[in-house]
């Protein structure tokens, strides 16, 4: 297997733990400040942060060419500050794939925190905790294995991007093809070999991914 072989492969194993971790800080601390809150419009917001689940690939990909493309306003300040477009890039595709996995990430925090025991952070609080260390010592502890699963969901997620990748960073060889992206030219030149090899891999790591998971819950 050549290097251009497995460059999907690192392109999607590096999309995936990037969109992740950003996935991750954003969903962590936007579900914990929302875990108490009682601000109006609540729903609202959380139903926009879940939208993603639900839109078809094609709306999304649609979406992100509306926003950053060179029509656009941020597609516009962007290509002056950097000096080129941000589409079909491997930094779109990491923006997709941002998208896409923050609602798992968003749902495995909020149940996370949900979890954790009102008495024991506001007896924190009581003792002298500021409110960054209890959310440190005392929220993230006690909401770890949520956060774990929700870690492995978004990864496994994100390895698989396909519909809004494809439509916003494109599917250039050496650049911006993923392992979904090369399965679909594979197919479509009639390279089933090829596609099998690739698909193969993504279903190995998605699988080791979910016995991760389970392994966890058990051992909880």
Request: aromatic share 10%.
């Amino acid at each position: 297997m050549t290097t251009d072989f497995w460059f999907p492969v690192q392109l999607s194993i590096m999309i995936a733990t990037i969109s992740t971790t950003v996935a991750f800080l954003i969903a962590v601390l936007v579900a914990y400040r929302l875990k108490s809150s009682s601000m109006r419009g609540k729903s609202v917001l959380e139903a926009l942060f879940l939208l993603p689940l639900v839109l078809p690939p094609s709306v999304l990909g649609f979406l992100l060419l509306y926003i950053f493309g060179i029509n656009s306003p941020v597609g516009k300040g962007i290509q002056f500050l950097i000096g080129e477009t941000l589409l079909f890039t491997k930094l779109a595709a990491i923006i997709a794939a941002i998208i896409v996995t923050f609602p798992l990430m968003y749902q495995a925090a909020k149940a996370g925190f949900s979890s954790v025991n009102v008495d024991i952070e506001e007896a924190a609080r009581v003792d002298g905790a500021g409110e960054w260390k209890v959310f440190l010592h005392i929220s993230i502890p006690l909401a770890i294995k949520a956060l774990l699963m929700g870690v492995i969901l978004s990864f496994t997620r994100a390895l698989g991007e396909f519909g809004a990748t494809l439509m916003f960073a494109g599917n250039i060889p050496g650049k911006t093809q993923t392992i979904s992206t090369a399965i679909y030219v594979a197919i479509e030149s009639g390279e089933n070999d090829l596609a099998w090899q690739y698909a193969l891999i993504s279903i190995s790591l998605s699988f080791i991914l979910l016995v991760l998971i389970k392994v966890m819950d058990r051992a909880s």
